[in-house]
């Protein structure tokens, strides 16, 4: 703000000083906006948001995860923000004593992860006249095969294994294999 000083000097003998005055002008700098790291985008994975005010360590960040505009109410950054699956709007701004508050800054994050790969069987369906191994396969390392052989939908309650997993149907029956496959970071397929 602005603020003028006037002042005048005494002394017992003397005539009194003239008046003299000063303005004075007080601006505070603004602080930078926040940075995000990493930047907003799409992803195929979850992502560890870091929110920082460069060349301000000691500054308090606020900041929202549901795209409304943070306030001094607004949850207070100590940690990196997890996003995870969907779209995320992260809004921020920075606080310090002696400095304007940042602008309020953004980034959006919009988390897409990829298909697990659909199941594949071998041999393939048939008729077949005896006892015979079917093996589930998925080219998606490390998921998890959900399967039933009653024509049911699987769950992640049906029994299950890896790629490579081995069914024997007996012979004198008809059996409908359904399958699906489950991995963190995927979508199931």
């Known amino acids: ?8 000097a005494t002394k017992s003998g003397l005539t009194d000083a003239n008046i003299t005055s000063a303005t ?11 940075n995000f790291s990493p930047a907003g985008g799409s992803y195929t994975s979850d992502q560890s948001v870091t929110l920082s005010c460069s060349g301000h360590p000691s500054a308090t960040i606020y900041y929202t995860t549901d795209g409304s505009t943070p306030t001094t109410s607004s949850s207070v ?16 701004f920075a606080t310090e004593s ?14 897409d992860y990829p298909n697990c790969a659909t199941p594949t069987f071998s041999p393939a369906s048939g008729t077949y006249t005896s006892t015979t191994t079917v093996t589930i396969n998925c080219s998606t390392s490390g998921a998890t095969i959900y399967y039933t052989t009653d024509g049911t939908d699987p769950t ?14 007996n012979s004198n029956g008809t059996y409908t294999i359904k399958a699906f496959a489950v991995k963190s970071g995927y979508d199931d397929s």
């Open 1 to 8: 703000g602005s603020h003028t000083i006037k002042a005048f």
């Open 77 to 92: 950054y100590s940690s990196p923000i997890s996003v995870t699956q969907g779209t995320t709007t992260i809004k921020a």
């Open 24 to 34: 004075y002008n007080i601006t505070y700098d603004g602080l930078p906006s926040v």
């Open 98 to 111: 002696g400095y304007n508050d940042s602008s309020v800054s953004q980034a959006t994050y919009t988390i």
């Open 156 to 169: 992640t309650s049906s029994p299950s294994g890896s790629d490579g997993l081995q069914i024997t149907l």
